[in-house]
């Protein structure tokens, strides 16, 4: 069997209930596939069936938070495969299986392979490797690798794929399918390097894997050849520098991002494919009638809307936009017991929360936030925090003991257990979508597109793909502080960007939505979902076929 890409990738995000994902790198993996099956693209996802991906947050009314283990049922969103592969790890044979599920658009489907080591015959220990995304150590973090990437190629080659274009590796985690490819070609690099396709997400040192050799070589063992430190750096083994120096090309996920690792891996030649959304997906329903009636033929290519959105009925704009408001605000509301209103600016900032995301930005001077928004605006929060880093737990803790000490002038929600379902509601039923992260850090960011296609305004930092939206269309939002060249410091940055943000918000945000005819902001919108011409998760698949996935 044949297949133009096999793309492989630690997290795919694709449903609530499915914890197979952590954030972003996930989510997008689901859409590019879905995009995949859309355009009839011969592909095929290779992932881990995770027994639990990420952790069910639960938020207590101090602001503290639990992250409870989520275990669902493969068996209700997959079906079993009888293929069994087995795989070495720290010298002892593991046994591993696989789960799929089919992705079908218009008569053609994508496969997903959920790779599953809790067989029987493998010990508890290695049971275990597939059991939790991104948790345990280094050894665990090998096994896991060593199951996805050279379990992933032999559970191909059993699946009957043996002509496979490219091999694409989504982010580092992926790059042992190069020792697996190495063997298969008697270690000739440059065999190995026409078939692989690399995409780098981290746009800090810190955020790549590495291990030190003699972890690796006690977990991996003979499937490291023996120039393993050419390939992966002479040091510690890099999972990004193997991946790099085994593929024949190479990206990042926006043009910022691009040389952001240019600069981090100048021995490299790397371009970049700005990411994008799977438009019919992320659409609510009441949009979807209106792109239906109003841009017809959007769904099967998105460009319609970039085409049809200046002629969007204004009224119809505005009553598909409130419908889906008020389907946020009932949400509050069972949730949080809070009345928001209707006719109040609403702001949404929901994101996995981490240090650069700095979701704390807007409460960084509380007399200001009051003034600005008191009566006026409410607020809307959600994101998990990784259960390890207390620091980051902490900054959700600390926003909410802000938001109760505002509670009388500002509305703030804090909605716990942030995923794709809670995801829609907000990016389709805020106002405005807020995005605050430091300037270089986010490679790409993929929420503030949902947002777009829903009429939904971008007020963020200029970095990764706002930075690009922002460029082609500076009226379909606002900017927070100035282009990434400027900054100095963190903390001058901080500054600088906080009081930005409140200005952006009183003269330019509120200023425009209370205005008696919402004739302006409405054109906003417009020009809003016509970014999507561009940030489809379509054009992103039409990018990576002609400059990734064109086999040599
Ligand atoms: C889209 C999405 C993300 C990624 O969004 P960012 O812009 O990178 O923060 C993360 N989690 C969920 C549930 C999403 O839907």
Known sequence: MQLTVAYFTMEIGLQSHMPTYAGGLGMLAGD???????????????TVGWKHGYLRQKIHPDGSQEYEQFSWNKEEFLTRLPEVVTVQVQGREVRVG????????????????????DLPGNTPEDRAITDQLYGGDGTMRLSQEIVLGIGGVRMLRALGYNDIGTFHMNEGHAAFLTLELLRERNFIDDDVRKLCAFTTHTPVKAG????????????????????IRKLAGDERLSMTELAM?????????????????????????????TNGIHHTHWACPEMQQLFDDQAPGWREDPTVLERNCRDFDDDELWQAHMAAKRRLLAEVKARTGQEFREHHLTIASARRVVPYKRPELLYTNLERLKEVCGGRVQIIHAGNAHPSDPFSQGVIQRMIERSDSLRDTVHIAYMENYNPDLAKL????????????TRLMEASGTSGMKACLNGVLNLSTLDGWWAEAYARDPEAGWRIGPLAGAIQNETEHRKVDAEDLYTQLQFEVLHEYEYKDRKRWIRRMKRSIGLLGYFSAQRCVQEYLQKAWQSQ
């Open 426 to 437: 907000l990016v389709s039923g805020a106002d405005v979508w807020l995005n605050t992260p």
């Open 208 to 227: 790549h894997d590495v291990f030190d050799y003699d972890l690796a070589w006690r977990v991996v063992g003979d499937m490291l050849p023996w120039h």
């Open 32 to 46: 590019l596939m879905r995009s995949c099956a859309d355009l009839q693209v011969q592909a095929a996802c290779m």
């Open 245 to 273: 120096n085994l593929s024949r090309y190479v990206c990042g996920v926006s043009q910022i991002h691009g040389q952001v690792s240019r600069a981090m891996f100048p021995d490299h030649a790397i371009d970049a494919i």
């Open 98 to 117: 696989c789960w799929k599920l089919d992705l079908q658009s218009g008569g053609h489907s994508v496969p997903i392979y959920f790779l599953d080591a």
